[in-house]
């Protein structure tokens, strides 16, 4: 073999190059957020559904609900156990953002992790942020 | 060979069976197993105002000035979160003030009395029974309620303005700009648009269902009235049964159901 030495030379830099950001980041993997409850949620203890599946499914209860909503007028839910929550978004103490009401902590946490830009607050209002003092 | 080649597949068959049935039976159990907790269920607030078919009746002889017409709109806007921008070009109106002769373009002649001349009237979307608006959209992003309101689902509309050239009142406005910035106050309660979307009145959809009248009307000391126009005993039905009314542009076809008291 001619010019094995540049060859394995040449090989080893490139292989170095290539499997860079794999042995860069060995270990340094951020853990997946935990989205952090309000007190009220907290207090309030259930939600619209169980939280496993609101978890998995948030997005399609809010796609569902907009349009139940803004086509059919209907705007109260009644869980299986007998909770009446109002179909909203932003409107009211018992809507989504009336129990969740730390954007930041609550929403954004997950959104940011795992990169998804939702465009809900282009035109809802996001509730107020409290200063962490408040918070706690 | 041949033996135990045969109970080789026998013990292999039977096997392959045990280990398939467990996922079909687990699937079984599962959809039948819980019925202790009933369904959840979607409805409308009961405290609701419902009409057949919404209308309105407006009765210009209690308006004089525009200023009489300003703490209205105020109220419109406020809690729309419409946003006031100066340039004429990109003004979002969901009601406003014009002239007689802006308004009734068909009944208009140069020598009508004064009192009709100078008086602004209330103008707003019409809510017609036949929408040209909604028949232009291509997204179905307005669309007509059963009981008769014409109304707008944000976050389908995508701007194509196909609306506004379709209705013959110029009831839509189209935010050119981000309007965050031009709300002076925000109603935390009802959202604001993005740039890029078409809006108008909503016949305050959103208060009808909470069991308020609209705000305009709230705010209009009885000169705007709301009701049911197929019920012949409601209030606006009264109205339109001891007054003589009038309607935009009727001849076009569209059925607005605002009507105005001369």
Not at chain 2, 154 to 178: Q, T, V
Not at chain 2, 204 to 218: D, I, N, S, W
Not at chain 2, 241 to 255: C, E, F, Q, S, V
């Amino acid at each position: 073999m001619y010019d094995k030495n540049k060859i394995v030379t040449g090989l080893v830099i490139f292989v170095a190059i290539v499997t860079f950001p794999f042995w860069y980041n060995l270990g340094k993997a951020i853990p997946a957020p935990e989205p952090k409850l309000s007190e009220k949620a907290k207090a309030a203890k259930e939600c619209v559904v169980p939280k496993a599946d609101m978890k998995s499914e948030h997005m399609q209860i809010l796609d569902l609900w907009r349009d139940t909503v803004v086509r059919d007028a209907n705007r109260a839910y009644k869980t299986g156990k007998g909770k009446t929550f109002n179909m909203s978004l932003s409107t009211g103490e018992d809507s989504c953002t009336g129990c969740h009401d730390n954007k930041a902590e609550f929403c954004d946490k997950c959104h940011n992790y795992a990169s998804v830009d939702p465009y809900c607050w282009d035109c809802h209002i996001a509730p107020k942020e409290k200063k962490p003092e408040e918070n706690k | 060979m041949g033996n135990s080649r045969r109970s080789f597949l026998k013990v292999a068959g039977i096997t392959a069976l045990g280990i398939g049935t467990k996922p079909v039976l687990d699937v079984f159990a599962a959809s039948g197993g819980h019925g202790a907790e009933p369904k959840p269920e979607v409805s409308q607030n009961e405290e609701a105002l419902t009409a057949k078919r919404w209308g309105m009746v407006i009765d210009t002889r209690k308006f004089h000035s525009a200023e009489d017409l300003d703490p209205i709109i105020e109220a419109c806007h406020k809690i729309h979160n419409v946003p006031e921008l100066t340039e004429p070009r990109h003004k979002v109106m969901w009601l406003w003030g014009d002239e007689y002769k802006h308004v009734f373009t068909h009944r208009e002649h140069e020598l009508i009395n004064d009192r009709i001349k100078h008086l602004p009237f209330l103008v707003l979307c019409n809510h017609c029974e036949k929408p040209a608006c909604v028949r232009a959209c291509p997204t179905k992003a307005t669309f007509k309620r059963d009981d008769g309101i014409v109304l707008m689902d944000f976050h389908r509309c995508i701007g194509c303005r196909f609306c506004m050239a379709a209705c013959p009142y110029g009831s839509r406005s189209f935010n050119f700009r981000d309007p965050r910035p031009f709300i002076k106050e925000e109603n935390k309660e009802f959202p604001t648009r993005m740039k890029g979307v078409v809006e108008k009145c909503n016949f305050c959809a959103e208060r009808l269902a909470v069991g308020k009248m609209p705000a305009c009307v709230e705010a209009s000391n009885g000169a705007i009235t709301v009701g049911d126009l197929d019920d012949s005993e409601s209030e606006v039905r009264e109205l339109l049964r001891t007054n003589y009314t009038i309607r935009r542009k009727p001849d076009l076809g569209a059925g607005p159901s605002v009507y105005y008291i001369v």
